[in-house]
């Protein structure tokens, strides 16, 4: 049981499944997400689509080592972050961290039921995607948004949201600093001639067109860190995992590896830019896949390390926590957003603005 005065850290992100076994719900609860993937006759077809996938998805989590490790290691942030928390603000202690995944376990669902149970009155949704996008980070809110409307976490809880903080400068320096230990593995005298080619996972270009912020947040997130790195390298922002027939954003990082052998450019360090951990699109896509068709092409390449347990990016996540609990109150969003109730220029989805002005009330 939380003290009144503690603090509720809710980290916010899709989830995977831990296990081979659990690939089948994650898929069919991610098809079933009309704001991540909105389809005709969704409750007809989220089920029959994620049957079809499972095999095939099934088959790279156990290439991968059985499951993915973003529970791992959104746990061990979550612990590690609050024992800094109560450190770095003790007039809030004690702070405890939750997580709340949207497609696997721990459902919202589950984190409701313990933070009503640790009697938790006043909460921080904290979005684990350093970027927003309304089809994550604004998918992850809409569903807290509906489980907290009828009362799912406990009648009396107040609310505020950190939603986005791709320019942090404690982000910046740790992605900076594994994309430094990835160029040491190159030989000296040709290391400035590495390419640096900053992947991110890419976005139907329906959800670009109408005026989602993530390729724009995810550019100033490169565009910060080559300001670290003092620009040193050549680099590019490439785009991967793109589902389905439908326009995604481009270039595909695969395409841009074959382009970089064409024009005989034979260095390459891979950076994940737009997650925070070790998931199938770093282990399976860029390790398995693009590493091997690059070298194939002969291509040098490493890969940046994810965040996973990197001190450096700990500390930023509970720097950013910190001062949001001194500087923000229920009902604020921040630091980093400026769009307080502003939803996209093109957005339809009615569920984004009421959640914008149910948790610009604190959640009431
Ligand atoms: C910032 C990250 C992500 C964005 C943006 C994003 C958008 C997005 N994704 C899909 C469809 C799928 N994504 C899938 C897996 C998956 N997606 C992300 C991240 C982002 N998605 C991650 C980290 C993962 C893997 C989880 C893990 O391994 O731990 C999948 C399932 C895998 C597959 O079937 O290929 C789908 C489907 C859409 C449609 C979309 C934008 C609207
Ligand atoms: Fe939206
Ligand atoms: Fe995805």
Sequence with gaps: MLPRLGRAIVMLNMGGPSTVPETHDFLKNLFSDGDLIPLPFQSFLAPWIARRRTPQIEKQYEDIGGGSPILKYTRLQGERMAALLDELNPSTAPH????????????????????????????????????????????????????????????????????????????IEAVSQNIERALAKFDEASRSDVVLLFSAHSLPMSVVNRGDPYVLEVSASVAAVMDRLKHSNPYRLVW???????????????????????????????VPIAFTSDHIETLYELDLEYAKEAREHGIEVHRAE?????????????????????EYSAGDIGPTTVQLGLRCPGCTNATCEQQKSWFARGGR
């Design 96 to 171: 405890k961290a939750y997580v709340a995944f949207r497609y696997a376990k721990p459902l919202t669902d589950e984190t409701a039921i313990e933070m009503k149970k640790d009697g938790v009155k006043r909460a921080v949704a904290f979005t684990q995607y350093p970027q927003y996008s309304c089809s994550t980070t604004g998918s992850s809110l809409n569903g807290l948004f509906r489980k907290g409307k009828t009362g799912t976490f406990g009648d009396a809880v107040e609310w505020s949201v950190i939603d986005r903080w791709g320019t942090n400068p404690g982000f």
């Design 240 to 270: 991967q995992s793109q589902v389905g027939p439908s326009a995604w954003m481009g270039m595909q990082t695969g395409e841009a590896l074959k382009g970089l052998a064409r024009l005989g450019r034979k260095k390459v360090v891979l």
């Design 306 to 326: 994810s965040l996973n347990d990197s001190p450096v990016f700990i500390r930023a996540l509970a720097d950013l926590a910190a001062s949001h609990l001194r």
